[in-house]
């Protein structure tokens, strides 16, 4: 097994994605990533993980696709010859209050942010198990601690997130691969931008501390779950939101 430690992390075009894979080649791992549509903004995370000194390699996978899962897994390994962080970041809304919400806005996100971290997680875990070392994260949010009127679809995926966490966790366990979540607030991304002004002012309203996080914030806290320090918690569910969930 190489030396460098390596780190997929889906979705890493952009926003939180694109800040934790910066962190983790500051950690010093090698980083494969995936986008879906974005091969420029791709390319500019690439750039931004070599300049901290990490072998990259950029690949365009669509995560609702159990296929495009399995092969991410298949060239990690070839590239790095071990895996050793998964971060199940990609996501996306499709929001809409329930009766006016279709049958493809809510299967959207079910195939996207629920399904795709499963099949991410199903394609890793002999690796990791074979390894007897291995650190899931996945990013769910605080809507799926909470709810939030407008996305019972989006709220079902991260609350799913956080079920299949605590499971895979009782899983895995016993091989040293620890499982856990991150439930991020309300992160200053592309994401968020598209809310409208009143929206955002309403949820910071909801924000003990005042004011939106950074995808910086939610990459520290991966950092630290996927480092050396971390490797007695899992099943975790940790909320990284300004206080909005306590
Ligand atoms: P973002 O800026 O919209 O970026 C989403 C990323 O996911 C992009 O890199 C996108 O790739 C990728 N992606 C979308 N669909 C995909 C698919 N089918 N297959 C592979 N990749 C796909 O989002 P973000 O705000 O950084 O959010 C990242 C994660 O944090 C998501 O899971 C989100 O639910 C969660 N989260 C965000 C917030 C927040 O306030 N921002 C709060 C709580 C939780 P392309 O651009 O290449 O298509």
């Known amino acids: 097994?190489?030396?460098?430690?390596?780190?997929?992390?889906?979705?890493?075009?952009?926003?939180?994605?694109?800040?934790?894979?910066?962190?983790?080649?500051?950690?010093?791992?090698?980083?494969?990533?995936?986008?879906?549509?974005?091969?420029?903004?791709?390319?500019?995370?690439?750039?931004?993980?070599?300049?901290?000194?990490?072998?990259?390699?950029?690949?365009?996978?669509?995560v609702s696709k159990s296929e495009n899962c399995d092969e991410l897994v298949a060239k990690t390994l070839e590239f790095c010859g071990r895996i050793d962080v998964l971060v199940n970041n990609a996501g996306i809304t499709r929001d809409g209050l329930i009766i006016r919400m279709t049958d493809e806005q809510f299967d959207q996100v079910i195939d996207t942010n629920l399904n795709g971290a499963f099949y991410m997680m199903r394609a890793v875990s002999k690796q990791m198990m074979k390894q007897?070392?291995?650190?899931?994260?996945?990013?769910?949010?605080?809507?799926?601690?909470?709810?939030n009127a407008g996305q019972v679809n989006y709220a079902a995926s991260k609350a799913g997130i956080i079920g299949m966490t605590k499971s895979l966790a009782r899983e895995l366990a016993s091989r040293k691969v620890t499982v856990n979540a991150i439930a991020p607030g309300m992160i200053a991304t592309d994401?968020?931008?598209?809310?409208?002004?009143?929206?955002?002012?309403?949820?910071?309203?909801?924000?003990?501390?005042?004011?939106?996080?950074?995808?910086?914030?939610?990459?520290?806290?991966?950092?630290?779950?996927?480092?050396?320090?971390?490797?007695?918690?899992?099943?975790?569910?940790?909320?990284?939101?300004?206080?909005?969930?306590?």
């Open 191 to 246: 994401m968020t931008a598209v809310m409208s002004d009143k929206a955002k002012e309403a949820m910071k309203a909801a924000i003990p501390v005042g004011e939106m996080g950074k995808p910086e914030d939610i990459a520290a806290a991966v950092a630290f779950l996927a480092s050396e320090d971390a490797g007695y918690i899992t099943g975790q569910v940790i909320c990284v939101d300004g206080g909005m969930a306590i």
């Open 132 to 147: 007897r070392c291995g650190r899931i994260i996945n990013i769910s949010s605080v809507v799926g601690v909470m709810g």
């Open 1 to 62: 097994m190489s030396e460098r430690k390596a780190a997929i992390v889906t979705g890493a075009s952009r926003g939180i994605g694109r800040a934790t894979a910066v962190r983790l080649a500051k950690m010093g791992m090698d980083i494969v990533f995936t986008y879906n549509s974005g091969s420029e903004a791709a390319e500019e995370t690439k750039a931004l993980c070599e300049a901290e000194g990490a072998r990259v390699l950029a690949v365009q996978a669509d």
